[in-house]
């Protein structure tokens, strides 16, 4: 069984208190749930993280590059918060680990302040996808499934 590898970015820790207009009322645990479910109906092994440091995010990709050469990773699911809208280093790190990877915003950042409209992880990622909700996670489960 492979597993899906998600990581979660910076802030993502408050969902539910955070800015719930947005971002709606579901707990990161919440999220974690729906994505246990998605991953056992896609038949994929759940691997739940979130880091509010940009470096440890690095290191996870890192890893994922070593699981996915080693076969044991369907891919990577990663909202990278706002480190979307700054880090080259995250950018740097999907290319040069190979890792498939998905790009997911909860809300669609294209419809929010500009500074949310340019991406470092768009070119790096296999598809991107933003503006479902949590439900978004389960989406994107399906998709790395297909990919
Ligand atoms: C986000 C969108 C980002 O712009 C923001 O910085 C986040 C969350 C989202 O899931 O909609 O922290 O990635």
């Known amino acids: 069984m492979k597993t899906a590898l998600i990581l979660n970015g910076p802030n993502l820790n408050l969902l539910g208190t955070r800015e719930p207009a947005v971002y709606g009322t579901h707990t990161l645990a919440d999220v974690q749930a729906l994505c246990e479910t998605a991953c056992a109906s896609h038949g994929f092994a759940l691997d739940f993280r979130q880091s509010n440091h940009e470096g440890e995010l690095v290191e996870w990709l890192h890893e994922a590059g070593r699981m996915h050469a080693a076969g044991q990773l369907a891919g990577v699911i990663l909202n990278a918060g706002a480190y979307t809208h700054t880090s080259v280093a995250l950018h740097d790190a999907i290319k040069g680990t190979g890792v498939p990877l998905i790009e997911l915003h909860i809300s669609n950042v294209h419809a929010r302040e500009p500074f949310r409209h340019h991406s470092f ?4 990622a296999k598809a991107v996808m933003a503006g479902f909700g949590v439900q978004g996670y389960a989406l994107a489960v399906a ?5």
Not at 121 to 124: C, E, L, V
Not at 143 to 147: K, R, W
């Open 121 to 124: 992880i768009s070119p790096a």
């Open 143 to 147: 998709g790395l499934a297909g990919l």
